[in-house]
């Protein structure tokens, strides 16, 4: 079993949707947690991170982690044509190495 | 831009050939991570170095290998490459060891 998993999609929602994207993983040792987005022939953009349980926010998005679940999710509210991105989390217990999903194809149509 | 460079951006190359790969991390920045992009696997990483000093390896291959110069920038080093080395390769640089690390955009490598 891989350590992170995510739906790859594709997954395709109306301008205005609010969209919800998740991860589970394995080892109850990460406490890292964090959110990429990835435009095409791009290099991951670090979107949100986080340390402990809870939520986080930060304009329309938010990152909510629930280590009991060991699951994660990222909002987005209002999305826009121009979040259309491969979404990655990524996860750590170190601190050095993340350990990333595969990444959720996001679609956001006019 | 994250104010990491990589270069070159493509680089095309027969098997059993090696390459150098080059990053320059964000000024200020002393952690310099590697990790592969390919279809199948996702983002792999594959070595960190600290301040000159290798600090984390992963699914590095034996015929890879990385160094930090004391300028901080790094060069991953592939050789007697297969086609399965074909991939995205991203260099990525954060301030100490954190993981909020930016990342540049990436060489792509080709092996014909």
């Known amino acids: 079993q891989k350590e992170v998993e995510q739906d790859p999609g594709p997954l395709s929602v109306p301008e205005g949707a609010i969209v919800s994207l998740n991860c589970t993983y394995s080892?109850?040792?990460?406490?890292?947690f964090m959110w990429y987005r990835q435009y095409s022939r791009k290099g991951p953009e670090l979107l949100m991170y986080?340390?402990?349980?809870g939520n986080k926010e930060d304009g329309r998005f938010t990152a909510q982690v629930d280590k009991s679940s060991k699951y994660i999710s990222l909002f987005i509210r209002d999305s826009q044509p121009s979040d259309s991105a491969t979404y990655l989390c990524?996860?750590?217990?170190?601190?050095?190495?993340?350990?990333f999903g595969k990444g959720t194809s996001l679609l956001v149509t006019p | 831009d994250s104010g990491v460079t990589q270069t070159p951006k493509h680089l095309i190359t027969a098997t059993g050939q090696r390459v150098t790969l080059r990053c320059s991390p964000r000024?200020?920045?002393?952690?310099v991570y590697w990790y592969q992009q390919s279809l199948d696997q996702g983002l792999q990483f594959l070595i960190q170095?600290?301040?000159?000093?290798?600090?984390a390896k992963g699914n590095i291959l034996e015929r890879f290998s990385a160094q930090q110069f004391p300028d901080l920038h790094s060069e991953l080093n592939l050789s007697s490459l297969e086609l399965g080395d074909s991939a995205l390769y991203f260099c990525?640089?954060?301030?100490?060891?954190?993981?909020?690390?930016?990342f540049g955009q990436g060489t792509r490598l080709t092996v014909v």
């Open positions: 000024s200020g920045d002393l952690s």
């Open positions: 170095y600290y301040n000159g000093e290798e600090r």
């Open positions: 080892n109850s040792a990460f406490q890292y």
């Open positions: 990525a640089s954060s301030v100490v060891t954190g993981p909020d690390a930016f």
């Open positions: 990524a996860i750590s217990d170190s601190g050095y190495a993340l350990n």
């Open positions: 986080t340390y402990s349980s």
